[in-house]
């Protein structure tokens, strides 16, 4: 016969475990019933994608945050992927949202991006050619983990970058063609994690270049057929991380490309369609780095090819549609094997 004690501790240990028991379904039934909520939300978000010719991109299909490549997948994968379907497997990474040559183009506007926002997980996110306007922008703010933004849309001057303040781990930024200028840059100067950005054929001038020689990480930065002069050469002179850099078809004359002779990891330079003349090209041999320079459509002369020379790792010098001549860049071809110049 068990005494009173051993019957108040059998007691005690059945209500204990009978309460972690209710507070471990009561756990599982509210983890179990989150993750059918989000499976719902992001199947819901990609059929109103796919509705609008869009593409969205699940972790197994994509090798990295910038390529659409598939893996090779175990055979059981694809089954269970068939089987259960592919919103209870994997989180969507990549939405695609195109409108050029779309035929249903008007419909892919503001309303689409209240679900692409419901998709936490987005590191990767294109929207070019549709209707989606600054509206439609807000929601940017809530892609906490996105890595890669290309957009071009029909947002309104000053407030269409604004959505981007909070995003923070962006690292590629692509806004050419788009209504982007000088304010609008202003927005984007939080996002100090930036690795590439693109601002080819916008409004932006030489005063944005104290926001720019805020990004510090850039390794690519195109500015090509903006409104910029020799003035921003200073500022972009100061991001001694840049690999890649394009000044093409602006107001560049060359007087001032001193400025960028900090830049020492510069690999690939792009003057095509400014001012430079031989002066410029002179300043340009003292990169150490620089394995490939775009000169075409410039004013340089032969006496440029004697400069080429000087940079000892360059591998290829355009020079087409300039005062170069065919037979001194066969000349000097003879000379420098290791070195090609495209040229007349």
Same mark, same amino acid.
């Given at each position: ?67 659409? /490549? ?16 592919? /919103? ?20 892919? &506007? ?5 679900? @692409? ?5 987005? *590191? ?56 982007? &200028? ?13 690795? @590439? ?8 001038? =030489? ?27 200073? /500022? ?9 850099? =394009? ?19 510069? !690999? ?6 400014? /001012?430079?003349? &031989? ?6 041999? *003292? ?28 591998? #290829? ?16 071809? !003879? !000379?420098?094997?290791? *070195? #090609?110049?495209?040229?007349?």
């Amino acid at each position: 016969m068990q005494s009173p004690t051993s019957r108040n501790r059998l007691t005690n240990w059945l209500r204990f475990s009978v309460r972690q028991m209710i507070g471990g379904v009561f756990l599982f039934g509210s983890i179990g019933g989150w993750l059918i909520a989000q499976e719902r939300t992001q199947r819901l978000a990609v059929a109103a994608i796919e509705s609008y010719e869009g593409r969205a991109v699940y972790e197994f299909e994509t090798d990295s945050d910038a390529k659409f /490549d598939m893996h090779e997948l175990p055979e059981w994968f694809e089954h269970t992927v068939e089987l259960v379907g592919r /919103d209870h497997v994997a989180n969507v990474v990549a939405v695609e949202l195109y409108g050029i040559e779309n035929s249903r183009t008007d419909q892919a &506007d503001d309303s689409l991006m209240e679900p @692409v926002a419901k998709l936490f997980r987005l *590191k990767r996110l294109t929207i070019r050619g549709t209707q989606i306007s600054d509206e439609g922008l807000r929601n940017l703010a809530y892609l906490k983990d996105l890595r890669f933004l290309e957009v071009s849309c029909h947002w309104q001057r000053h407030k269409g970058l604004v959505y981007l303040k909070n995003l923070s781990n962006l690292q590629k930024l692509y806004l050419e063609t788009s209504p982007v &200028d000088d304010a609008d840059l202003h927005c984007a100067a939080n996002n100090r994690s930036l690795e @590439v950005l693109d601002l080819s054929h916008t409004n932006i001038t =030489s005063a944005a270049g104290p926001v720019l020689a805020g990004f510090r990480k850039l390794r690519d930065l195109n500015l090509g057929s903006t409104k910029i002069d020799d003035s921003i050469l200073k /500022d972009i002179g100061s991001l001694e991380s840049l690999e890649i850099l =394009s000044l093409a078809d602006n107001r560049i004359t060359g007087t001032r490309l001193q400025g960028i002779l900090n830049l020492k990891s510069l !690999k690939i330079l792009y003057l095509n369609g400014t /001012d430079v003349t &031989d002066r410029g090209v002179k300043i340009l041999a *003292k990169l150490p780095a620089l394995e490939e320079v775009f000169l075409d459509q410039t004013s340089i002369t032969d006496a440029s090819l004697a400069f080429l020379e000087q940079m000892p790792k360059c591998k #290829r010098f355009w020079c087409r549609q300039t005062r170069v001549t065919k037979d001194a860049v066969n000349k000097w071809q !003879k !000379k420098q094997s290791s *070195k #090609r110049v495209i040229g007349p």
